[in-house]
């Protein structure tokens, strides 16, 4: 049985408090076009002149995605798909191609120039065994006036206007299983460390964590972390927290005790850290920012300034009781 592709259109509800429009009446009988009515699409052109064909490894939608796993998967998505549809096909498919530019088109059935893909209400599927079909599917999905899941319509990826979106499952789900595989092999790799070290690991995280903190909070904050879509807070907000998380359960041992210093350093009030970046200690700068302090203090011609650092720790804490 071949593979299919599908998109479809975004249902809306309205309230019934709502004056009645035509969309309103439409949504009521199930549908969101007048029978028979579609729209157009044709490949979108970039700014730089480019068109976005869901082939090109190197096109700036790809770079805009944020998450590491979504963009690799991408990559070696239109990577396999561009080579083998130009085999199928014997045309360029690069993004600058003249195949793309449709005004050049002679006829409907001209295979030399793209034609446009009138989508209408409900499923429009698309049958990936046949290599035009597929093609169409590829600058489709990536259009950036379709939704790519109805989940990245719904967290407001697209305007509020938007009228289809892609229904593949195969991605969702390839998407899903590498990244709990991620995650499970970082919560391994958290479940093998010592105490110590998860405490270390959870405080550059930016955890609410103290030398008191019982061994399951430390994990469950930590494991409910790695859990998230991104850092929720902190200097790492935004990013993904299996790569901040690998960042420092790689690091070598005695750069992180360095590191962890200086975060206790900085909450305990021994270093203050100031909007620029800049490290005191008192009145006088200690650093332009923290990568200047931990190389400083990782050389071994330094080590009586990490003892006087983890003395100045301890004397904070003691006073603080």
């Known amino acids: 049985m071949s593979k299919t592709g599908k998109i479809s259109t975004i249902k809306r509800e309205f309230p019934s408090s709502q004056t009645s429009t035509m969309q309103s009446e439409l949504a009521k009988k199930g549908i969101s076009r007048i029978p028979g009515t579609g729209v157009f699409k044709y490949p979108y052109k970039e700014l730089d002149g480019q068109y976005r064909t869901g082939l090109n490894p190197d096109a700036a939608y790809i770079r805009r995605i944020k998450d590491d796993t979504e963009r690799e998967i991408e990559i070696e998505r239109v990577k396999k798909l561009k080579i083998k549809l130009e085999a199928a096909l014997n045309i360029d498919l690069s993004p600058r191609s003249t195949f793309w530019n449709n ?3 002679k006829s409907n059935d001209d295979a030399q120039h793209v034609q446009p893909v009138k989508l209408m209400d409900g499923d429009n599927l698309f049958d990936l065994s046949l290599p035009f079909h ?10 950036p006036t379709i939704a790519s899941s109805l989940q990245a319509w719904e967290r407001g990826e697209y305007p509020a206007d938007t009228q289809f979106y892609v229904v593949d499952d195969e991605v969702e789900n390839n998407v899903v299983y590498k ?14 460390m010592t105490p110590e070290k998860r405490k270390k690991i959870a405080r550059q995280l930016g955890l609410p964590i103290d030398d008191n903190s019982k061994e399951e909070i ?5 494991d409910n972390a790695l859990k998230q879509t991104e850092m929720k807070s902190g200097k790492y907000s935004g ?14 041992e005695s750069i992180l005790h360095v590191k962890d210093l200086i975060k206790q350093a900085i909450t305990h009030n021994v270093y203050k850290l100031k909007p620029t970046g800049k490290i005191y200690k008192g009145e006088y700068e200690v650093a332009k920012d923290e990568d200047e302090l931990v190389k400083f203090l990782v050389d071994d011609d330094h080590q009586e300034d990490i003892v ?3 003395q100045d720790i301890k004397s904070k804490k003691l006073a603080a009781v």
């Open 103 to 105: 005004s050049l088109s």
């Open 218 to 222: 430390v994990y469950n904050l930590v």
């Open 179 to 192: 990244k709990k595989i991620l995650i499970n092999n970082a919560i391994v790799k958290f479940s093998n």
């Open 134 to 143: 597929e093609l169409a599917y590829s600058w489709l999905r990536v259009h």
């Open 308 to 310: 006087m650092l983890e």
């Open 239 to 252: 990013l993904n927290p299996i790569e901040v998380f690998n960042r420092f359960a790689d690091m070598k």
